[in-house]
């Protein structure tokens, strides 16, 4: 059973999610909240897999809630905005991914799977246009030093949103070798999964981000 929480200042929404979450038989919603505060607490109380977290809600945003809890629980934003200098801000707060609050309810509910399985909800098109926006023109800000030839490629293709099999026949290698390329990347980038590699590889300057 994947347990959820449900953050959001809308209490039809909420409701919503609920129902909508509640429908699966592999799904039970174990709290809600409608502020971010009321969502770090329910998380720290009920330990839920993922908490579907929207941004902008009173008393403590879900950026400052999901970088309270990201290592409780999986987060995944669901937003309004693709392209929202929140959702930026979310993702590096530890967020597995976001969905728009218009997404078809079979998305959503694959979407809750999917992280809970440990995997990033990040659709490699809408994440590029994303990041691109917010590291446009600064300076890198994560460095890749200790990072090998050979990890500085796989990053690349993380970047490029494919996945770990494709990675491997794209660099010929073994499919436990990229898991293990991708595991030391995680631990010298101190990130905490795929969706926070991807910010690195854009802040880092290995993907380069042509200007406006």
Avoid: C, W
């Avoid at 959820?4 to 979450?21: E, I, K, N, T």
Wanted: charged share 25%.
């Amino acid at each position: 059973m994947i347990r959820v929480v449900v953050a959001d200042d809308q209490a039809l929404l909420r409701g919503s999610f609920r129902a909508l979450v509640e429908s699966e038989p592999d799904l039970a919603v174990v709290g809600e909240a409608a502020t971010g505060f009321e969502a770090v607490e329910v998380t720290l109380r009920e330990r839920p897999d993922v908490v579907l977290m929207d941004v902008r809600m009173p008393r403590m945003d879900g950026i400052e809630a999901t970088r309270r809890i990201a290592g409780v629980a999986k987060v995944l934003i669901v937003t309004m905005f693709d392209l929202d200098a929140h959702v930026y801000d979310g993702l590096r707060a530890g967020a597995s991914g976001f969905l728009l609050k218009d997404t078809p309810p079979a998305d959503l509910l694959t979407g809750i799977r999917t992280v809970a399985a440990g995997e990033s909800l990040l659709a490699p098109t809408v994440t590029r246009r994303l990041i691109e926006e917010y590291v446009r023109g600064r300076s890198p800000g994560v460095s890749l030093e200790g990072v090998t030839e050979r990890e500085r490629e796989v990053l690349l293709l993380v970047a490029r949103g494919l996945a770990n099999s494709e990675i491997a026949a794209h660099l010929h290698l073994s499919l436990a070798t990229v898991k293990t390329h991708i595991g030391r990347l995680l631990s010298k980038l101190r990130a905490r999964d795929r969706a926070q590699l991807v910010i690195a590889a854009y802040e880092s300057g290995l993907v380069i981000v042509s200007p406006k």
